[in-house]
């Protein structure tokens, strides 16, 4: 039995995902959770109501609304819990586009911290920029301490970024005080036990001879999976595109995926696509597995806040992705751990998926070089690092 860490405060942690419900932020959070549990930190797992699963750790799904109620269920777990303190797991669109879960940390008697996920604002209506970065910054404000999840994040938040050209980012141009702080996410999406290869794609119905290219990942435009389909509509037919995770949440996502549901039928691609969904972590393991290369062209750069991303270079996969906006650590180098593409250029992608297809030595350099970057994202590390700042800011 794990024992108590002598002195750690009690936590919550609130997440509007959680397994085994899609999404990246649920999945961090179980990952999160089972990690401070081993380290001895008493803590419970706080969510929406739904499905359960076996944890080592209390996961209380009493939240039936995102909205009106959620101060006082949020309260009612707290003082239950005897809570020092409520960790919030924060995402766009994940608490239902409603404003009640930025107002919270104002009307708590506890302290909060908040793990800004992105810093992208809530879509509430068109044309309403001001009230999007007012409810935004509420949230920031009102935290004892925010942690962002990569170096881009918390340049924009220490007000060192260069000016953003997308309108959706929240940016700051003086320093938040105290100053954020950088925790990477891991790993979400742990290697599973080796598989049979050749009888998994011939189960996915994929011959020898087939190329098969995975997009890991929710449908949002900002993922550039239209890139991805428009490449494809340029490739030999022998080249097939495996959809793991794609389903769309958020009204935004959802204009997205019936977009790229009109471009795969316009363009004629729908037989060489297979979209699995949304599927359990060990399953979504075996599906990399039987993929031969991934592509992950995000309009917005790579960025280790893409779990999609750590995820295809831990299981060795050969991805092809677009630069990032600034140097990240540890560093991808073009054609020696990562294929850089152009962002939004299918004929420019549909190339390079190519050129990666036809060279087993670049292929394999790749593979082998990607699980030793992703070694740097290790949860020991990470529960390590949310422990200190619990003892610091509660």
């Known amino acids: 039995m794990t024992q108590t860490t002598t002195g750690a405060p009690r936590i919550v942690l609130l997440s509007a995902e959680y397994p ?17 549990h081993e380290l001895g930190v008493p803590l419970l797992v706080l969510t929406g109501v739904g499905a359960a699963q076996d944890e080592p750790f209390p996961v209380w799904r009493r939240i039936t609304s995102w909205g009106r109620g959620l101060r006082n269920q949020v309260h009612a777990a707290l003082q239950e ?7 919030i797991q924060y995402q766009t669109g994940a608490y239902a586009m ?24 809530p879509y509430l209506a068109p044309k309403v920029a001001p009230l999007r970065r007012y409810i935004t910054r509420l949230l920031i404000e009102g935290a004892r301490h925010v942690i962002v999840t990569n170096a881009e994040d918390q340049a924009r938040l220490l007000g060192t970024a260069a000016p953003s050209n997308d309108p959706d980012v929240y940016q700051l141009t003086r320093p938040l005080q105290p100053a954020p702080t950088l925790i990477p996410i891991g790993v979400n999406i742990a290697v599973s036990a080796a598989v049979e290869r050749s009888a998994l794609r011939q189960q996915l119905g994929y011959t020898p001879q087939q190329t098969v290219i995975v997009y890991f990942g929710m449908l949002n435009r900002t993922k550039g999976v239209h890139t991805i389909i428009q490449a494809l509509a340029e490739l030999p037919a022998a080249y097939q595109l495996l959809i793991i995770g794609g389903m769309a949440q958020t009204p935004p996502d959802q204009e997205y995926a019936a977009e790229i549901n009109q471009l795969i039928a316009e363009l004629g691609v729908a037989e060489r696509i297979q979209n699995v969904g949304y599927v359990p972590a060990e399953r979504a393991s075996e599906l990399l597995q039987a993929a031969d290369l991934a592509a992950l062209p995000f309009l917005d750069g790579a960025a280790y806040r893409r779990g999609s991303l750590l995820a295809t270079l831990a299981h060795g996969l050969p991805t092809l992705t677009t630069r990032p906006h600034m140097q990240l650590d540890p560093a991808l180098h073009h054609e020696h751990n990562i294929m850089f593409v152009p962002v939004e250029q299918p004929a420019a992608l549909a190339e390079s998926i190519e050129q990666l297809a036809t060279s087993p030595e670049l292929r394999q350099r790749l593979a082998a070089s990607g699980p030793r970057l992703a070694a740097a994202f290790r949860w020991e590390a990470i529960g390590d690092r949310h422990l200190k700042v619990y003892s610091t800011y509660v």
């Open 20 to 36: 085994p419900d899609p999404g990246g932020v649920g999945d961090y959070t179980h990952n999160l959770a089972q990690q401070l």
């Open 81 to 87: 819990w005897q809570a020092d303190a409520l960790h």
């Open 98 to 121: 409603k404003p009640a879960i930025n107002l919270l940390p104002s009307r708590l008697s506890v302290p909060t911290l908040v793990t800004f996920h992105d810093l992208r604002m």
